[in-house]
Each structure stands twice: as C-alpha cells, then as structure tokens.
C-alpha cells in the first residue's frame, strides 16, 4: 500500500490545526502509521529541503520551519500521494482551493500550514529522511472492509 510523508508546520502547530488536519486524513480512510512531534534539526532541514537550498527563499523557509515544533506523520492508503496532495492545496495558498487545508486555513505562501510529499518518488524518500524502518507501525484498521472494495 501506498506511503506519503505529511508534517504539520510550525504555524499549523502553534495555531492549533493539529487536530483538524490529523481529522481530514483519518476521516478519508487513510492510515496513520507514524507520527513524532519535534522541532527540526538543521541537518534534516536541508535534507528534507535539498531541492530548494540555493533558491532564493530557503532562508526564509529555513528559519519559519526550525521556529518551533512540527508534527511528523507517515499515513498510509491506496493512491495516497496525489489525494493528499489534492487536500492540502496549492503550494501558494492565495490560490488554493476552498475545501483544501491551505485554501481553508491560510494566506501567504510561507505560512502554508503544512508539507505533503509531491510524488511516490518524494514520499520513499522524505519517510526515509525522517523516520528508521522499525518507527512505521504496520496493522489494520478495523474500517478496511468498507474503505476498499
Ligand atoms: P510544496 O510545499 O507545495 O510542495 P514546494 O516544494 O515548491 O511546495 O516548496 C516548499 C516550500 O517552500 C513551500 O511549501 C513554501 C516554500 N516556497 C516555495 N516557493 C516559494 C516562494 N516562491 N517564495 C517563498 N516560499 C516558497
Ligand atoms: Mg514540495
């Protein structure tokens, strides 16, 4: 079954969205298999950032994402990338969608609430960087007979 790296930001954090995002994934179906709540290392940073080092805007990042603590999560379920991608919104919430998180809970592009991996490729990738093999906790949800066919 599909993976995806999800974290809350610190603005999400500190506004006490926790909960409703962690709400949106769970009442889709989707799984949670990991979680860690901590504020970043500088070392992930870049890691989990690599793309996006020599841009312009990766101080501003850099320091609005080590401002306080993120929740860390791994959800599981079919085609999970692109759904969550499709909930969280666009990357520049001015232009994202009523009825995605960022286009419901926020206004600037770098206050934007929360991070979704972009790709199945992203996701092996971002859950590596983040969590050790044996942190991923694998059962079924009791649900499971009426979420798949
Ligand atoms: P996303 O988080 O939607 O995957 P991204 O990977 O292109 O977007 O960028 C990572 C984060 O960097 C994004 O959530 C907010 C910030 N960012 C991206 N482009 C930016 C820009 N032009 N100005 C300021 N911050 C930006
Ligand atoms: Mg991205």
């Known amino acids: ?30 799984k949670l298999v990991a ?14 950032y690599a ?9 501003g990042l850099k320091a609005y ?5 993120c929740f860390l999560m791994v959800w599981e379920g079919k085609d999970i990338v692109k759904i969550s991608r499709d909930m969280i919104g666009a990357t520049n919430p001015a232009g994202a969608v009523p009825g995605t998180i960022r286009g419901d809970f926020a206004l600037e592009i770098g206050m934007n609430v929360i991070h979704g991996s972009d790709c199945v490729e992203t996701a092996d990738r971002e859950i590596a960087i ?10 079924s949800r009791i649900d499971e007979k009426y979420l798949y066919e």
């Not at 599909?2 to 974290?7: A, I, S």
């Not at 909960?19 to 179906?29: A, N």
């Not at 983040?130 to 059962?139: D, K």
């Open 1 to 30: 079954m599909e993976r995806t790296f999800l974290m809350v930001k610190p603005d999400g954090v500190q506004r006490g969205l926790i909960g409703e995002i962690v709400t949106r994934f769970e009442r889709r179906g989707f």
């Open 35 to 48: 979680s860690r709540f901590e504020k970043l290392p500088e070392s992930r940073v870049m890691e989990h």
């Open 51 to 59: 793309e996006h080092v020599q841009k312009p805007f990766f101080p």
């Open 65 to 69: 994402i080590t401002s306080g603590p």
């Open 130 to 139: 983040h969590f050790r093999p044996e942190e991923l906790v694998s059962y």
